[in-house]
Each structure stands twice: as structure tokens, then as C-alpha cells.
């Protein structure tokens, strides 16, 4: 078995696209409050912030590069250091009717793959998600992330020095990753985070994470996470298993039952948990250097 790891990079998810500005008040909405709560988990040691965008007005997710920029603009001029990882998770849904299957319904947001790249162009994070395989993320909604789509994504992130986080919500997933690292879009070591227990995609199961972990190429950079309650177990399963970790409020909202939590709390605790396992959680600065990641200042 791979031993523990013992050096972990720990990201920060602080607001994702899902309708859940309503469920909680500590779930940043606006440019400034995304960047604040990247801000706050980079000082409860967060090594990279995953960032998403929403509408300012309906707290609804958003696809604007105009708002990825002040973003990540208002996070380069604080002088808080954190790796910055901006979703590349847009512009691939379509939401079906069976009854219309040539006609894509309302919420759908599917544009080219040159299109679900531009902003991390224009705006060189260090990390970009890319989500790959089709993923079903209800009775009539799929995102599609296809071979051709992702290639030229890839290619796209390669030439500006942004490199992807592959994100996997199942073990099919892995495999055409596997495929882009061998024909040379994806630059190495790749990063892989593994996204479970979301709808009827890869469970919260160890038995399922080692498969995972079994088929990622041997230089791979993983990490897990799961959402709701199981978000602080799969903390220290990853740690355990030899993995690194993502918490926050995309992916859960409660600190403990019935408590609302902000991204730094999550943070803190995941922190704890990985510092009680005798691990450590890598500065971002170091994550740097693990990732190979070119660090940009615009």
C-alpha cells in the first residue's frame, strides 16, 4: 500500500456554480467577497483557492471574464500569497428535453473549447480545471467533456503556461486523461482531483478512491475530495491513501450539524485533521514547486 502522505497540498473550493447562495449567507456571491473568502483561506493555510464566478445580482453561477478578472485581480494585490485555480467546469452543459432531443433547453451553456478557455488565457491563473469524460449531473442535464473539446482546451492552457487540474468524477475519466498526457497536451507531473459522492458519478467509497488512485500515471499529483458530511472523512482518507485534499463551500456548507461554516473554518479544520494525522500542509510557494506551476502576475 502507498504510504501516507506526509506533505499536502490542501485547496480551498470557495464558492462553486450550485444553487447554494440561499442556503447559506457565508457563501460568497460577489467579486469582492469571492476574493475576500480566497483571501481568508490562504491565512488559514490553504495552499490553492478553486474559484468560480457568480452573478452578483441573482447569486446564480456565472461565466464572465469580466468577473473572473476582478477576482483574481483584487487576490494578486493583497499580499497574501495562495496558488490560483480558476474553473474551467463552464460552457459544456446542455440540459435535454427527450422529448426535443435537437433542442437544448434553458441553462444550457455549451460554446467552443476555445471559448471555455479564454478567461484562464486572458488571465493566467497558475491552474485551470479541466473536467473531463460527460458527466450526468441530473435526470436531463449533462456536461460534455469530450476528447476533441478537451485536446484543444488542453492545448490552449499548454501555450500560456496554465496548467489543468484534472478534474475526474469517474474512473472512465482517468482514462482519457491518460490519453492527452500520452499524446503530449498535458504538461507533466499531471494533477488529478478526483470529485465523489456527486449524484450517480464515482461514491465517497475507499474501495472506489483506491481504483482511482491505481490508474492515474505513476508521477500523478492527486487529490480527493467528497461533498456534504463526508467532506472531513475523505480529508483524512486522502491523507491516509497518499492523496492531498480540497474542502470548502462548494462542496459543503456545515462546519458540524447545524452550523454554517466559511471557507477559512473549513480550511482550519481540514488543517487540524491533516496536522493531527503527523502531516503538513505545503505553503503555496511549495505547492509551486511540487506542481512545476509558473507563477503570473497578470
Known amino acids: ?21 440561499g442556503k447559506s449567507d457565508k457563501v460568497p456571491v460577489t467579486p469582492k467577497q469571492i476574493a475576500a473568502a480566497a483571501i481568508e483561506a490562504a491565512k488559514e493555510g490553504a495552499s490553492i483557492v478553486h474559484c468560480h464566478v457568480r452573478d452578483p445580482e441573482t447569486g446564480q453561477n456565472a461565466f464572465k471574464t469580466e468577473l473572473f478578472r476582478e477576482v483574481v485581480e483584487r487576490i494578486r494585490e493583497d499580499s497574501t500569497d495562495i496558488v490560483i485555480n480558476l474553473t474551467g467546469g463552464n460552457g459544456g452543459g446542455i440540459v435535454i428535453d427527450d ?11 455549451l460554446t467552443t473549447p476555445e471559448g471555455r478557455v479564454a478567461h484562464a488565457v486572458e488571465l493566467l491563473p497558475e491552474i485551470c480545471s479541466l473536467d473531463t469524460g460527460s458527466i450526468n449531473f ?30 475526474v468524477f469517474d474512473v472512465g475519466p482517468i482514462m482519457l486523461a491518460r490519453q492527452l498526457i500520452d499524446e503530449g497536451v498535458i504538461d507533466g507531473p499531471p ?55 480540497r474542502v470548502g463551500l462548494e462542496d459543503n456548507l456545515y462546519l458540524e450539524r447545524g452550523v454554517l461554516a466559511s471557507n477559512g473554518q473549513l480550511v482550519a479544520k481540514a488543517r487540524r485533521i491533516i ?14 514547486t511540487k506542481l512545476k506551476l509558473t507563477k503570473h502576475t497578470r
Open 191 to 245: 494533477l488529478f482531483q478526483f470529485c465523489m459522492g456527486i449524484g450517480t458519478n464515482a461514491p465517497a467509497d475507499t474501495e472506489v478512491l483506491l481504483a482511482m488512485r491505481k490508474i492515474v500515471p505513476q508521477d500523478a499529483v492527486w487529490s480527493a475530495f467528497a461533498i456534504s458530511r463526508w467532506q472531513m472523512p475523505m480529508v483524512a482518507k486522502s491523507v491516509l491513501l497518499g492523496g492531498n485534499c
Open 99 to 109: 422529448n426535443k432531443p435537437y433542442e437544448w433547453q434553458e441553462g444550457s451553456d
Open 1 to 21: 500500500m502507498q504510504e501516507m502522505n506526509s506533505e499536502v497540498i490542501l485547496t480551498c473550493a470557495v464558492t462553486g456554480g450550485g444553487d447554494t447562495a
Open 138 to 167: 441530473s435526470d436531463n442535464t449533462v456536461y460534455l467533456g469530450h476528447g476533441n473539446a478537451l485536446r484543444e482546451m488542453a492545448r490552449r492552457m499548454q501555450a500560456a503556461g496554465v496548467k489543468p487540474e484534472i478534474e
Open 275 to 288: 496536522e493531527d494525522l503527523g502531516a503538513r500542509v505545503l505553503t503555496p510557494a511549495e505547492a509551486r
